[in-house]
């Protein structure tokens, strides 16, 4: 028997599954980043072809985000028990972020804290911590 994958492993195994379960449509890449407090994963590339449609107007855009907005607040429970099973730590707080351009996806776990979050080019300095699936 071999020994479970790493816990950020695990994770973004978690939110690409769960993703997939919602939309119909898998994230190309799931990063996950932990600090102290908080937990940043990022569905990359998680639009559907739709949905990326939508949003080459302003108009469809805000209703892409909003649309993610409601998903995330109707079925993060089950992210947020796997978090738990996971880490054993109890999400306290939740928020999503929908960058509909680039078809990105972030939902950010935190105890409290205010997180700002940056989608830099590709290239340059590798994450402090994380992982990718």
Do not use: C, Y
């Not at 907005?69 to 099973?85: G, M, N, T």
């Amino acid at each position: 028997m071999s020994p479970p994958p790493p816990v950020l492993e695990q994770l973004a195994k978690v939110a690409r599954d769960l993703q997939q379960e919602r939309t119909g449509h898998p994230p190309k890449a799931v990063t996950v980043v932990v600090g102290d407090d908080m937990l940043v994963i990022t569905l990359h590339d998680a639009l559907s072809p739709a949905e990326r449609l939508m949003s080459e107007t302003a108009e469809g855009a805000a209703n892409v985000q909003e649309f993610h907005r409601q998903l995330f607040a109707v079925s993060s429970a089950e992210l947020r028990d796997e978090i738990k099973r996971i880490t054993g730590r109890t999400v306290r707080e939740a928020a999503v972020e929908v960058e509909p351009v680039t078809g990105t996806v972030v939902h950010a776990f935190t105890s409290g804290n205010v997180v700002q979050i940056f989608q830099l080019t590709p290239g340059g300095l590798p994450p402090v911590s994380g992982a990718t699936a």
